[in-house]
C-alpha cells in the first residue's frame, strides 16, 4: 500500500470526508433507512453478490450498528492516540502531508469514556443523524475533542455510540471484515494471502484486507467466491445464455428477484453468534 494511503488513513481530513457524505446521503434518501458501509479500496468482498447481503439483512433489526469496538484504558492507544495534539493539513490545503504534531498533550476526558476500534463500520440512519444533528450536545462534544486527534475514524463513533443510552444496546462490535494480525500485534495489519484463504472464507466476513496487488489469492477469490473473471457477479436477473462467452445480462427477468447463493449459509452463521446474548452482553463493556 503507497505511503500517503496510510497518512490518509491517520487523519482529520478522511474523517470529514466521512462526515460530509454521511450529512448528504441523509438529505438525499430523506425516507429511506440507509446502511453505511465504510471501507477503502484495498478491501476485498467475499461474498459473491449484494443480494446475498440483502437476503441476510432482510431479517435482522434495522436498529443494529455493526462497529467494533474496546474501551480505550492505558496502553500505547492511550498515549499515543488519545493524549497527542496534531494539526492535519489536509483539511486545509488540496495535496496530502504529514501530520504535524504539537509539543502539548491534550488531559483525558472526565465525563464520558472514551472507545476505539476499527474504522470500517456499518451505522443506522438513526445514529447517523444523531451524530449530524446532536440533539443533546454529545456528538459535538464528542467531535470537538476528537478534532486534532490521531485517526479519530477510530475513535469517534465508537465513543458517541457507548456512551449513548439510546444507542449503546445496538452496538454490534464486529466490522464484518476479515482482518489478521501479526502475533504481536503491530501498527497495521497482515498482508493476506493464499494461506489465509480457507480461514477468510470460514470467517463469514462480507470483505477481507489487506491485499499485496495482484496477488494470487485475489484470484482465486474471484473464482471460487465471487464467481467472475472479466465481468461482475451475475444477478438473478440475467437470464440470457452465457455460451461463446455472450453476456446474459443482456437479457433481464424481474430485478426484484433475489436468488441467495452459498455465501448466505456462512454469513448467517456469523450473525447468529454476533447476535447471541453471549456476545452482545460484552457490548461497549469498559472492562472489555
Not at 446474459?248 to 446474548?277: D, F, H, I, Q, W
Request: proline residues 5%; positive net charge.
Amino acid at each position: 500500500m503507497p505511503y500517503q494511503e496510510e497518512i490518509v488513513s491517520m487523519n482529520d481530513a478522511k474523517f470529514a470526508v466521512h462526515s460530509f457524505i454521511k450529512k448528504m446521503i441523509l438529505l438525499i434518501w430523506k425516507n429511506q433507512d440507509v446502511g453505511l458501509v465504510v471501507h477503502q479500496n484495498i478491501d476485498q468482498p467475499l461474498e459473491a453478490a449484494f443480494k446475498d447481503i440483502l437476503h441476510v439483512f432482510s431479517n435482522l433489526s434495522r436498529n443494529l450498528n455493526f462497529i467494533e469496538h474496546m474501551p480505550m484504558v492505558a496502553g500505547w492507544k492511550l498515549n499515543q492516540r488519545a493524549r497527542p495534539i496534531v494539526v492535519d493539513p489536509g483539511l486545509y490545503l488540496s495535496k496530502k502531508y504529514d501530520l504535524a504534531h504539537t509539543t502539548q498533550r491534550r488531559s483525558l476526558p472526565t465525563a464520558f469514556k472514551l472507545f476505539t476500534g476499527s474504522a470500517w463500520v456499518v451505522l443506522t440512519r438513526s445514529f447517523v443523524e444523531y451524530c449530524i444533528w446532536g440533539w443533546d450536545n454529545f456528538p459535538r462534544t464528542a467531535l470537538l475533542y476528537f478534532t486534532n486527534f490521531i485517526s479519530s475514524p477510530e475513535g469517534y463513533f465508537h465513543t458517541v455510540i457507548c456512551n449513548t443510552e439510546n444507542f449503546r444496546n445496538t452496538a454490534i462490535g464486529h466490522d464484518l471484515h476479515y482482518i489478521a494480525w501479526d502475533s504481536p500485534p503491530k501498527q497495521h495489519p497482515r498482508v493476506l494471502s493464499i494461506k489465509d484463504f480457507d480461514k477468510m472464507v470460514k470467517s463469514g466476513a462480507l470483505f477481507a484486507r489487506k491485499f499485496a496487488r495482484d496477488d494470487l489469492v485475489l484470484d482465486k477469490i474471484d473464482r471460487e467466491l465471487l464467481n467472475r473473471t472479466n465481468r461482475f457477479t451475475l444477478g438473478a436477473w440475467c437470464t440470457g445464455s452465457s455460451s461463446n462467452g455472450a453476456d446474459p445480462c443482456l437479457l433481464r427477468g424481474n430485478y426484484s428477484v433475489l436468488s441467495p447463493g452459498p455465501g448466505v449459509a456462512r454469513l448467517e452463521k456469523l450473525m447468529n453468534t454476533l447476535l447471541s446474548t453471549e456476545f452482545r452482553t460484552k457490548q461497549c463493556s469498559s472492562s472489555q
